[in-house]
């Protein structure tokens, strides 16, 4: 390939990152580089003038005579000239084996290896500075656990598994708000029941307790004609509701329904009265 190719491939490559998106530092950077990149390929040009012109260099021996050097030198390659002076005695089929030096690159792998061990050694598991896979995975998973408290504080990642019962006046007074304007024409202004079955005794068809109130809430209960209410309201407003109607427990309304379902006792003891 052609170096005016190449040239073009690489200029095409950064005005492509500047036209797609690119902000304008990213931009003010892209425009030095290829200046620079410019630079260089004119003072690369110019010595290939040189080469060929003043040291009537036709065949491009100069040029290539740095190339193949460092490449002898990187390989430790014996030339082919003097292939037969590093072949080996020992014949296999026909097949003969050079006696070739083990490259120098191939060495600073090897050596750079070992030196890696042992800083890796050293960092890890006699100072302790590092952290190895479970230290890791303990701070990430540490890392998890506060972000995921966060989002239930938030009401993000609120749901049947994280909601907790709240007893503050600002949330119950939200609830019941909220169970005045959806929740009266079933249960009564009271809890006592109506359509719906009494809400203020220790018997419950679904379950009592903050988890299983709010998942009924949640959910709904189709077949007795109870909605989801997960799609008008927020978890957190379902949370809300939840205290409140759990806060409504022991109240005992005049003309409350008579108890359905079953005695719930809840086996948390911040909500042992339920």
Sequence with gaps: MKLYKIYTLIVFFFSSNVIFGATDESLSAVIKIMFWLTVLMALFIAWLIFVYSEK??????????????????????????????????????????????????????????????????????????????????????????????ILVKSGVFLNAETVTLKTDPAVLNEGKELYTKNCVSCHGNDGGGIVGPNLTDDYWIHGGGIKNVFTVISEGVPAKG????????????????????????????????????NKYVEADSTNSNI
């Design 56 to 149: 009537n260099d036709y065949n491009g021996d100069l040029f290539l005579k740095p190339i193949i050097g460092f490449k002898n030198y990187a390989t430790r390659m014996a030339p082919l000239d003097k292939e037969s002076e590093i072949l080996l005695d020992h014949d296999f089929d026909g097949i003969k084996e050079l006696d070739n030096r083990v490259p120098p690159w191939f060495n600073f792998l090897f050596y750079g290896t070992m030196l890696f061990a042992a800083v890796y050694l050293i960092n890890y598991h006699v100072i302790g500075s590092g952290q190895v896979q479970e230290d890791e995975y303990n701070s990430e998973m540490a890392a998890a656990q506060l972000e995921r408290t």
């Design 226 to 261: 109870m909605i989801s209410w997960k799609t008008q309201l927020t978890p957190t407003q379902i949370q809300s509701v939840s205290s409140f109607v759990i806060s409504m427990h022991g109240t005992n309304p005049a003309n409350g329904k008579p108890a359905e379902g």
